[in-house]
T-cell receptor, first 116, second 113 residues
Framework: GQQVMQIPQYQHVQEGEDFTTYCNSS?????IQWYKQRPGGHPVFLIQ?????EVKKQKRLTFQFGEAKKNSSLHITATQTTDVGTYFC????????????????FGKGTLLTVNP | SAVISQKPSRDICQRGTSLTIQCQVD?????MFWYRQQPGQSLTLIAT?????????ESGFVIDKFPISRPNLTFSTLTVSNMSPEDSSIYLC??????????FGEGSWLTVV
């Protein structure tokens, strides 16, 4: 079945340093999504990438979707303590032809901790 | 956007008992899902809750252990039956809105003793 792999599993940085997490799928994805889960919280949707080679930015966060639509990355510039949490990528397990009504396969996540 | 309310938020349960988790959405949604997140792990899809019909279960999950109801477009329940300590997890309700965005409830944190 479909596998979504994410590295690194853990990352500890000093506040102000950059951070990147990488996601690889065993199959081509129609889209890829990123979620953030704060300690003790639930996953919160960050962004969805659909197009091959797509790059999207949200303030200090930059998301990329690979040309082959099998890999993705999330880069945070100048981390802050508010960035602490686990970042998950997820891809649709079985999208239908209309692109809706899909279920997600999640990567194992990258736990980011930030030293103030 | 969709706002999801899950109950209970936390519970400590005796092994061998069953617990039903409720998920209420503030708007009609097409798809509702139930996920499990074991301690320190990623999310695993249990099943898709289908309105008016039996849920669709993923490999490794069965209806007898995790019966699911979805009587209408805004409400679903997941029951964790005959619980054992291995069932200690966060159970998350998830929905997809008309814009294909996925939202998660705040989760139900179950500890089985």
């Amino acid at each position: 079945g479909q596998q979504v792999m994410q590295i690194p599993q853990y990352q500890h940085v000093q506040e102000g340093e950059d951070f990147t997490t990488y996601c690889n799928s065993s199959t081509t994805l129609s889209n890829i999504q990123w979620y953030k889960q704060r300690p003790g919280g639930h996953p919160v949707f960050l962004i969805q990438l659909v197009k091959s080679g797509e790059v999207k930015k949200q303030k200090r966060l930059t998301f990329q979707f690979g040309e082959a639509k099998k890999n993705s990355s999330l880069h945070i510039t100048a981390t802050q303590t508010t960035d602490v949490g686990t970042y998950f990528c997820a891809g649709p397990t079985s999208p239908n032809s209309g692109g809706s009504n899909y279920k997600l396969t999640f990567g194992k996540g990258t736990l980011l901790t930030v030293n103030p | 956007s969709a706002v999801i309310s899950q109950k209970p938020s936390r519970d400590i349960c005796q092994r061998g008992t069953s617990l039903t988790i409720q998920c209420q959405v503030d708007s009609q949604v097409t798809m509702m899902f139930w996920y499990r997140q074991q301690p320190g792990q990623s999310l695993t899809l249990i099943a898709t809750a289908n309105q008016g019909s039996e849920a669709t279960y993923e490999s490794g999950f069965v209806i007898d252990k995790f019966p699911i109801s979805r009587p209408n477009l805004t409400f679903s329940t997941l029951t964790v039956s005959n619980m054992s300590p291995e069932d200690s997890s966060i159970y998350l309700c998830s929905v997809e809105d008309l814009g294909n965005t996925i939202y998660f409830g705040e989760g139900s944190w179950l500890t089985v003793v």
